[in-house]
T-cell receptor, first 116, second 116 residues
Framework: GAGVSQSPSNKVTEKGKDVELRCDPI?????LYWYRQSLGQGLEFLIY????????KSGLPSDRFSAERTGGSVSTLTIQRTQQEDSAVYLC??????????????FGSGTRLTVV | KNQVEQSPQSLIILEGKNCTLQ??????????LRWYKQDTGRGPVSLTI?????NTKSNGRYTATLDADTKQSSLHITASQLSDSASYIC???????????????FGKGTHLIIHP
């Protein structure tokens, strides 16, 4: 597609439920990133996928968070047993390759998650 | 610890006026510095990216400066328009080392409001 697509755009869930957030990167982008943006805070790195390499999961805040990327394209971020502190905007970004060179690093519009 | 501090936190100016946003960072080693614009409910969109050797870069009415010696950057907006109302995020990149934290450090942003 023309841009990074995320769905749903908004999600309200009850505490304790599981949620799945989806990211469709730009076609041909081999790198995909998930970030969390809490109110009044900077973006927090969660996980990074690069091609077929093992993902960098160093930013995942707990074992309730997991992500996968199927076929090197679409990615799903799963949060199990959601807590109120998980409420945030979850942003996905994709890029061509080495992000240090700023290669077309493009963000999606995010999923606003509210845990009630 | 790598940090990016932005000021002011929020700013209100009248349409047509100029403004300057500040970004101070402690990230080392340094790869590049980026300014993003984030409209409400949207993902961040890149405005400029500067490497160590660049000290100014323009994108239309937006001009970014970088002083790598003092680790300071600014984003100057000329002849502001209502559509400039957004959050402006400073992001500093360290060379990605892999197997560890994401190489990007995000500021919390400056929330800019343009009044007619």
């Amino acid at each position: 597609g023309a841009g990074v697509s995320q769905s749903p755009s908004n999600k309200v869930t009850e505490k304790g439920k599981d949620v799945e957030l989806r990211c469709d990167p730009i076609s041909g982008h081999t790198a995909l990133y998930w970030y969390r943006q809490s109110l009044g805070q900077g973006l927090e790195f969660l996980i990074y996928f690069q091609g077929n390499s093992a993902p960098d999961k160093s930013g995942l805040p707990s074992d309730r968070f997991s992500a996968e990327r199927t076929g090197g394209s679409v990615s799903t971020l799963t949060i199990q047993r959601t807590q109120q502190e998980d409420s945030a905007v979850y942003l996905c970004a994709s890029s061509l390759a080495n992000r240090d060179r700023g290669q077309g690093y493009t963000f999606g519009s995010g999923t606003r998650l509210t845990v009630v | 610890k790598n940090q990016v501090e932005q000021s002011p936190q929020s700013l209100i100016i009248l349409e047509g006026k100029n403004c300057t946003l500040q970004c101070n960072y402690t990230v080392s080693p340094f790869s590049n510095l980026r300014w993003y614009k984030q409209d409400t409910g949207r993902g961040p969109v890149s405005l400029t990216i500067m490497t160590f050797s660049e000290n100014t870069k323009s994108n239309g009415r937006y001009t970014a400066t970088l002083d790598a010696d003092t680790k300071q950057s600014s984003l100057h907006i000329t002849a502001s328009q209502l559509s400039d109302s957004a959050s402006y995020i400073c992001v500093v990149s360290a060379p990605y080392s892999g197997g560890g934290a994401d190489g990007l450090t995000f500021g919390k942003g400056t929330h800019l409001i343009i009044h007619p």
